[in-house]
């Protein structure tokens, strides 16, 4: 016997289903230490958790060969999605199917009618969702006081989805002798304390790399000016050319955004969310599966308990939340042993926080700068090369076609239409801002002397319609790769003004300092305002605060302030503040020094020449 720890009738059936060894967590929990045991197991996600924790509660259930009859439940197994929990019923069904076992499934967005009749024909295991099982045990159509064996799967994200108090009601429905099985891909403290309440003497197992949290994943942290996000995950779909690629998403309405700008471009993508029915989630993971989607874009709740044996790539397109919720997202791929790709995608203000998050994960990323169009194009031509050349075998209708086209065209015409009707059937790659070209530390910051740059058209000091201007704030600075090239449309987007409405930008340490023509600014203000969210900033964390008294700092690196110029004054626009006796201290100003007087656009001082 292949599984000589095991029940023959599981054995049977592992072997039925191509199984020639256990996975690690399935090792462990059937071992003779975990026995009859409440079990606190910590195992990455696609490791084999739904047939672990259904060959660790065999004993509890296999009686001979068969399981009992029985008029009540005697198997309890709690999934946070509907996804997941009709996935560990199909596990159970053919695991379990030699046994006799009844399953039914109580899920939310089913008809509930029929899953009461079903637990009142007697069934030996029920799987469910926290609500739906809650809301059975209220209304006396689940009894659990037969219950021999409690299963909690993905633990963490019930108690982070806000079902402590429906996990709470149903264990406490259940008799005090049973034996009570938590698994999850990461232990918090919530689930600690979880386990201290309704297990006795537990073992815990953990099967999770103290390295990193996903050996067979690759994670890389791709750097991006926050306008280019959408335009950095149409280069990564198409450098990577994933066969199935999942996308993650913090809201129903990004989801919508992202998947309705993907398809417009030309992927075959579909979309999961709160706001998909049922049968519009099922169609969508057809889809996927029949191979006639390749993306999905997805909220973390929604993908939960989704198992694509050929999904190969996942990009966080917005953050996770927390390094928890980083290797839930991640762990949908790189699952059963297979290699994968996470791909964080870095705006280049939040770069500090994803790097405390990746420590917290002991996950070692590579960082790197988003593919270019130029990359996607070698890396196209470099896949269609392999393609052309790999040998085989012609039909003979093909070899006269081709005879037929060399009579008409030169090998070079015919190879160049190719090449075309190729890319053709392929989404065009985006044009992303280049920062190659910019000096960078070791740290990967801009070099200090390019803090002080201008877009092309100079500063706005010197430009007409700037003489009366207000100063605003943004709270990034040369530490974050603050750059001009990406600053000026986020400011155009999120205060809905054109470029030319934008005056000076001026670049410190830790912030950002720009104006604007007074008309506009309460108009610019609103804007502003509407875009960001209840702490000020936009997705990328970017806020944008008035600053009526301007930069402290001089506009340029290589000028220092007239002596005994007061510093509070130092940098200030021709439309700063006029009070006191002198006038103003900006350049140029009345009392300054000659060599602080502006200069016509494109005379530049000669010590500033590159």
């Known amino acids: 016997m292949p599984f000589e720890n095991l029940s023959p009738v599981l054995s049977d059936a592992l072997v039925a289903r191509g199984y020639e060894a256990l996975t690690p967590v399935q090792t462990q929990v059937t071992e003779a230490e ?31 060969d068969r399981l009992p009859f029985a008029t009540s439940p005697l198997a309890l197994i709690v999934a946070p999605t509907r996804e997941l929990a009709l996935q560990v019923s199909r596990e159970l ?35 469910g969702t926290p609500g739906r099982l809650r809301d059975h045990l209220e209304r006396g159509a689940l009894d659990l006081t037969a219950l021999r064996v409690a299963i909690l799967d993905e633990a963490d994200e019930m108690l982070d989805m806000g079902f402590r108090d429906d996990l709470e009601e149903i264990l406490d ?59 950095a995950v149409v280069n990564l779909l198409r450098l990577h050319d994933a066969e199935t690629a999942m996308l993650f998403c913090a809201t129903r309405d990004n989801v919508r955004r992202l998947h309705a700008s993907l398809v417009e471009r030309g992927f075959s993508a579909v979309a999961l969310s709160g706001e998909h029915s049922q049968n519009e989630r099922n169609q969508a993971l057809q889809a996927l599966r029949d191979r006639r989607a390749k993306v999905c874009v997805a909220t973390d709740v929604a993908a939960r308990g989704i198992d694509l044996p050929t999904l190969s790539l996942v990009i966080h397109v917005e953050i996770p939340r927390d390094a928890e919720a980083l290797q839930h997202r991640s762990g949908r791929t790189g699952r059963a042993g297979k290699k994968g790709t996470a791909v964080i995608i870095v705006p280049y203000p939040r770069r500090r926080r994803v790097d ?46 081709a005879q037929r086209l060399m009579a008409e065209r030169t090998p070079e015409d015919i190879a160049a239409s190719l090449v075309q009707a190729h890319r053709a059937l392929m989404p065009p790659p985006e044009d992303l801002i280049d920062n190659s070209a910019r000096g960078r530390d070791a740290a990967g910051r801009p070099e200090r002397g390019d803090r002080f740059e201008r877009p092309e058209r100079g500063s706005a000091d010197r430009r007409e319609g700037f003489e009366d201007s207000v ?23 999120r205060g809905h003004v054109s470029k030319n409405e934008i005056g000076a930008i001026r670049i410190g340490p830790k912030e950002t300092m720009f104006n604007i023509p007074r008309a506009i600014a309460d108009r610019f203000a609103e804007a502003v305002q509407r875009s960001a969210n209840a702490d000020g900033e936009d997705d990328s964390g970017v806020a944008i605060t008035p600053a009526p008294d301007g930069p402290t700092y001089p506009p340029r ?51 500033r020449a590159k």
């Not at 603050?482 to 000026?488: C, F, N, S």
């Not at 510093?567 to 300054?592: E, F, I």
Request: proline residues 8%; aromatic residues 4%.
């Open 93 to 127: 069904g053919w695991l379990y199917a030699k046994a006799g076992a009844r399953i039914a499934t109580c899920v939310g967005g089913m008809d509930a009618s029929k899953e009461r009749r079903a637990l009142g024909q007697g069934v030996q295991i029920v799987v």
């Open 356 to 401: 405390g998050m990746l420590r917290g994960a002991r996950i070692n990323a590579e960082w790197m700068d988003a593919p270019t169009a130029a990359d996607v194009r070698k890396r196209d031509q470099e896949r269609l090369m392999e393609k052309l050349l790999t040998p085989v075998e012609h039909e003979p209708e093909d070899i006269e076609l």
């Open 34 to 64: 975990a026995k009859g045991r409440d079990l606190l197991v910590s195992a990455q996600t696609g490791s084999g958790k739904t047939v672990a924790f259904g060959l660790a509660m065999a004993d509890e259930l296999i009686e001979g």
């Open 557 to 607: 690196r290589d000028k220092s302030p007239r002596e005994g110029a007061p510093r509070s004054t130092l940098g200030r626009s021709p439309g700063g503040d006029r009070s006191g006796p002198r006038g103003p201290r900006g350049p140029g100003g009345p009392g300054g020094n000659e060599r602080y007087k502006p200069k016509p656009y494109g005379q530049r001082s000669p010590r």
């Open 471 to 493: 100063w605003f704030r943004l709270n990034i600075g040369r530490h974050q790769n603050a750059d001009p090239r990406w600053i000026l449309p986020l400011l155009c987007r």
């Open 173 to 231: 429905g259940t008799p005090a002798t049973r034996r009570t099985l938590l698994f999850s891909a990461t232990l918090p403290k919530p689930i600690v304390q979880l386990a201290k309440r309704y297990q006795q003497d537990a073992l815990r197992i953990s099967t999770v790399g103290e390295d990193r949290g996903h050996g067979d994943i690759a994670y890389q942290a791709v750097t991006v000016a926050p306008a280019d996000i959408e335009g």
